[in-house]
């Protein structure tokens, strides 16, 4: 065979490679097709409203949540985070997402107390001696989230409810004096809100309820003698430190709080199986984060509120803290005639606490020790 008699024979071998070579190739691109048309697919949209002002970190806490699902979720599911009054006032949350009006909201459980005021054993009072990561142990392990469940089945709410991003304690509030005993406070004219109305109310002072970002003008104008909010940049944000100097640390009235965040149950139940599960575990990273930014920028707005606003702190007199503990009881006790609900709840919080903080105060060291070893004031040395 000549050379040339080779190379024609070897023609329709070639011609068979590519050929199916280019049947392979169509085959992948027929394949990959559905993939692409799936990822094109419309983003779920959910309108969602927060409690706050948008300049509040606990409105930016919202948008954390938010990205957080929207990230994990690659867009599939994209979450808008309004500000507080955007939609409906702040403390209409609860209906406008119920309703269908929201999608979905940020807020406190206590800004519902008008509704069920067994609302309020979510955040405000002594928590039985439980600081808020106790509670929120209770609310996940303890039998807090079914009572919740049941709780909000009781007055109709159509939501799916989340507390999560347990707060640190909150101070007694913003006054234009030191107070140093508890008949100090009689007759303040006082913002709070939950069942801490009742608990300052018991105590001599006229409580109004407000949302955070109209406090700060009300004691501007001389509507309220003093006002507590929750923490150290809200409040340096919302700006006490222009109206007040004086800042109380220390109380009873809302030791073990935290966050909601809540849906609009219709709309949650018909999400995908998959996007309720990024939810739900994206609340639990979002919890998480929210305790380490609090940290981070509430020291620093501690300390800066004492160098550059000159704001004075004091710790609340153990006698007030008293007095609170005495005026919870009444007024819970109170809440708790003909509210099955309430006791319900009271115990099964109870009975968690008895346990877990008796096991807290035995086990975890105290840090002043350390504190002082490190950064407290050494005495000068001796001469001679």
Same mark, same amino acid.
């Given at each position: 065979?000549?050379?040339?008699?080779?190379?024609?024979?070897?023609?329709?071998?070639?011609?068979?490679?590519?050929?199916?070579?280019?049947?392979?190739?169509?085959?992948?691109?027929?394949?990959?097709?559905?993939?692409?048309?799936?990822?094109?697919?419309?983003?779920?949209?959910?309108?969602?409203?927060?409690?706050?002002?948008?300049?509040?970190?606990?409105?930016?806490?919202?948008?954390?949540?938010?990205?957080?699902?929207?990230?994990? +979720? !690659?867009?599939? &599911?994209?979450?808008?985070? /309004? *500000?507080? #009054?955007?939609? @409906? $006032? %702040?403390?209409?949350?609860?209906?406008?997402?119920?309703?269908?009006?929201?999608?979905?909201?940020?807020?406190?459980?206590?800004?519902?107390?008008?509704?069920?005021?067994?609302?309020?054993?979510?955040?405000?009072?002594?928590?039985?001696?439980?600081?808020?990561?106790?509670?929120?142990?209770?609310?996940?392990?303890?039998?807090?989230?079914?009572?919740?469940?049941?709780?909000?089945?009781?007055?109709?709410?159509?939501?799916?409810?989340?507390?999560?991003?347990?707060?640190?304690?909150?101070?007694?509030?913003?006054?234009?004096?030191?107070?140093?005993?508890?008949?100090?406070?009689?007759?303040?004219?006082?913002?709070?809100?939950?069942?801490?109305?009742?608990?300052? +109310? !018991?105590?001599? &002072?006229?409580?109004?309820? /407000? *949302?955070? #970002?109209?406090? @700060? $003008? %009300?004691?501007?104008?001389?509507?309220?003698?003093?006002?507590?909010?929750?923490?150290?940049?809200?409040?340096?944000?919302?700006?006490?430190?222009?109206?007040?100097?004086?800042?109380?640390?220390?109380?009873?009235?809302?030791?073990?709080?935290?966050?909601?965040?809540?849906?609009?149950?219709?709309?949650?139940?018909?999400?995908?199986?998959?996007?309720?599960?990024?939810?739900?575990?994206?609340?639990?990273?979002?919890?998480?984060?929210?305790?380490?930014?609090?940290?981070?920028?509430?020291?620093?707005?501690?300390?800066?509120?004492?160098?550059?606003?000159?704001?004075?702190?004091?710790?609340?007199?153990?006698?007030?803290?008293?007095?609170?503990?005495?005026?919870?009881?009444?007024?819970?006790?109170?809440?708790?005639?003909?509210?099955?609900?309430?006791?319900?709840?009271?115990?099964?919080?109870?009975?968690?606490?008895?346990?877990?903080?008796?096991?807290?105060?035995?086990?975890?060291?105290?840090?002043?020790?350390?504190?002082?070893?490190?950064?407290?004031?050494?005495?000068?040395?001796?001469?001679?």
């Amino acid at each position: 065979m000549t050379k040339t008699d080779k190379s024609a024979a070897a023609m329709p071998s070639r011609r068979r490679f590519l050929k199916a070579a280019g049947a392979v190739a169509a085959g992948a691109s027929a394949l990959a097709a559905p993939r692409i048309a799936t990822a094109q697919a419309t983003p779920i949209t959910m309108r969602w409203q927060s409690t706050w002002p948008a300049k509040d970190i606990f409105h930016e806490y919202a948008g954390d949540f938010a990205k957080k699902v929207n990230d994990m +979720t !690659g867009g599939e &599911l994209r979450i808008e985070v /309004l *500000p507080a #009054g955007a939609v @409906v $006032p %702040a403390f209409g949350l609860l209906d406008a997402v119920s309703s269908g009006t929201l999608d979905g909201g940020h807020g406190v459980l206590v800004y519902h107390y008008g509704k069920q005021n067994a609302l309020a054993l979510w955040g405000s009072g002594p928590g039985f001696g439980m600081d808020a990561q106790q509670l929120m142990a209770w609310h996940k392990y303890g039998g807090g989230k079914e009572l919740l469940q049941k709780l909000y089945a009781s007055i109709n709410a159509n939501v799916v409810s989340f507390p999560y991003g347990p707060m640190w304690t909150q101070p007694l509030g913003w006054f234009k004096k030191p107070v140093q005993k508890a008949e100090d406070l009689k007759g303040l004219k006082f913002r709070t809100v939950g069942l801490s109305i009742d608990v300052f +109310t !018991g105590m001599g &002072l006229a409580v109004n309820a /407000l *949302p955070g #970002g109209e406090i @700060v $003008p %009300a004691m501007d104008r001389g509507l309220l003698d003093a006002a507590e909010f929750n923490n150290a940049t809200s409040d340096r944000i919302l700006g006490f430190p222009d109206v007040s100097k004086v800042c109380m640390l220390q109380s009873y009235h809302q030791n073990a709080e935290q966050f909601e965040i809540m849906f609009n149950k219709t709309k949650f139940d018909a999400l995908p199986a998959k996007m309720r599960a990024i939810i739900e575990n994206g609340v639990e990273a979002a919890s998480q984060d929210l305790v380490w930014k609090s940290i981070h920028r509430y020291s620093q707005d501690y300390i800066e509120m004492q160098t550059k606003d000159k704001v004075r702190f004091y710790k609340t007199p153990n006698s007030i803290l008293q007095a609170q503990l005495v005026a919870y009881d009444a007024a819970a006790a109170k809440k708790g005639e003909g509210n099955a609900l309430f006791k319900e709840i009271e115990a099964s919080q109870r009975a968690f606490a008895e346990r877990a903080v008796k096991w807290d105060l035995d086990t975890n060291v105290r840090r002043e020790m350390a504190y002082n070893h490190y950064f407290g004031k050494k005495p000068a040395p001796k001469k001679g």
